[in-house]
């Protein structure tokens, strides 16, 4: 899927501590391929093909992402001081609710 059938056979890339002993060169040809595609084509080219993957998010992705609105991961409030801020909610939930911001 990735068009680097070329190094199938090539013993540096064959098992993965091969891969690690040739990281440098791995990596390049990895961001190589990579660059070929947008990340959307991706995300849909592993899909079609069953393929489970996600997209790596930036900051602001990931803030304005509806799962993480809804179930209340990243959440605002107002500072006293600073006014309206956003928070990232503990990952814990106990008995189904995260605890309670206590101070900024």
Request: glycine fraction near 6%; charged fraction near 25%.
């Amino acid at each position: 899927m990735a068009g680097l059938h070329d190094i199938v056979d090539d013993e540096r890339f064959r098992t993965n501590a091969a891969r690690v002993d040739n990281r440098a060169q791995t990596v390049a040809l990895v961001r190589r391929a990579l660059s070929l595609r947008s990340r959307d084509q991706w995300i849909a080219d592993l899909g079609a093909a069953g393929i489970p993957c996600s997209p790596l998010h930036t900051l602001g992705e990931l803030v304005a992402h509806p799962h993480t609105r809804a179930s209340g991961m990243v959440f605002d409030y107002d500072d006293p001081c600073r006014g309206p801020m956003h928070a990232v909610a503990q990952p814990l939930r106990f008995d189904g609710a995260r605890p309670a911001l206590r101070r900024p």
